[in-house]
Every structure is written in C-alpha cells, then in structure tokens.
C-alpha cells in the first residue's frame, strides 16, 4: 500500500515553469506505475501524464507533449512532473496516482478508476 503527497502547485505567469513532485511512503515504490491527474474548474478529470515502474516509458497527454516532463526517481521516492510553458488553461488540480498493474501506464493514462492510490491534489494556477 501506498501513501502519495503531491507538492510544488502555486501560482505562476503565463510561460512560466513549475514542477511538481509526488512522495511516497510504503514499500515497493519500484513496482508501481504512477499516473498525474488534473481537474480543472467545471471540467472532469483527466490524465495529463504517466510513467512506468522502471521509468522507461511514459506518455502524455497531447495538449502538454513537449512542455511537460515526467520522471521518477526510485531511491527517493517520488516522481515528478515538469511543467514549462504554462499557460492559463493548465490551471487546475493536480493530482498524482499508484497502481501495481503494469498496464497502468500507458493503457490507463485518462481512466482514472484504474488507478488504486491517489494523493490529495495540489493547486497550480497560471494567470498574469
């Protein structure tokens, strides 16, 4: 079982950068695909980014291929999520998720019902 704390979210100018990182307690961390989720205000969930166990694959979410970048580091624990180039209607919710089934990521990206550990989100907003 895992526990996830999303941080890094804040507000930020158009164009700008942030990133965000996602921790983890539990054990086997390295077996776990993990998954970044937004809600935007009025909108439903989406799956904006995820990487496997081993950190050799990952997949985006069009609207963010080229400006986002997923990593994980497994010694540490955490997986992070760059953001460069934002813009406003990247303001939402972020939340990164856990799953041990290594058809997570990329099959799942945007199901998030699939995913079985979630965090309590993080707010990033871009506006001037």
């Known amino acids: 079982q895992l526990q996830l704390v999303e941080s890094g979210g804040g507000l930020v100018q158009p164009g700008g950068s942030l990133r965000l990182s996602c921790a983890a307690s539990?054990?086997?961390?390295?077996?776990?695909?993990i998954g970044w989720f937004r809600r935007a205000p009025g909108k439903k969930r989406e799956g904006v980014s995820c990487i496997n166990d081993r950190g050799s694959m990952t997949n985006y979410e069009d609207s963010v291929k080229g400006r986002f970048t997923i990593s994980r580091d497994n010694a540490k624990k955490t997986v992070y999520l760059q953001m460069n180039s934002l813009k406003p209607e990247d303001t939402a919710v972020y939340y990164c998720a856990a799953d041990y089934s290594m058809s997570a990521c990329p099959n799942y990206m945007d199901y998030g019902p699939a995913w079985a550990y979630w965090g309590q989100g993080t707010q990033v907003t871009v506006s001037s």
């Open positions: 539990g054990s086997s961390f390295d077996s776990y695909a």
